[in-house]
Nanobody, 127 residues
């Protein structure tokens, strides 16, 4: 079992930065594939970024490459999403998700591979 709690969302202007945090509890965090997804009003939940259990590999959706960075510290049971140069169209609820270690090499961009989800944190980017 893994419990996830996101924080760090807020209201920012276009071009600003935010750092989201996801604090995890449970014994399996250090062996979990961790990801961030987001869901804008009226849209489906979409993949943003994923990190391997040991932090050695990451992947991003094309639209955020070069601007967002996912990282983790297994000693702190925390994963972060550093978001730079935010755009208004990135306004959404951002969710942290945890899945098995093997997920990273299967289809980590699909939300149905993740068994555990946080409650989400709202990010609003004004123009």
């Amino acid at each position: 079992q893994v419990q996830l709690v996101e924080s760090g969302g807020g209201l920012v202007q276009a071009g600003d930065s935010l750092r989201l945090s996801c604090a995890a509890s449970g014994r399996t965090f250090s062996s979990s594939t961790m990801a961030w997804f987001r869901q804008a009003p009226g849209k489906e939940r979409e993949f943003v970024a994923v990190i391997k259990w040991n932090g050695g590999n990451t992947d991003y959706t094309d639209s955020v490459k070069g601007r967002f960075t996912i990282s983790r510290d297994n000693t702190k049971n925390t994963v972060w999403l550093q978001m730079n140069s935010l755009k208004p169209e990135e306004t959404a609820v951002y969710y942290c998700a945890a899945g098995p270690s093997s997920l990273f090499y299967k289809d980590p961009r699909m939300s149905n591979g993740y068994a555990y989800w946080g409650q989400g944190t709202q990010v609003t980017v004004s123009s």
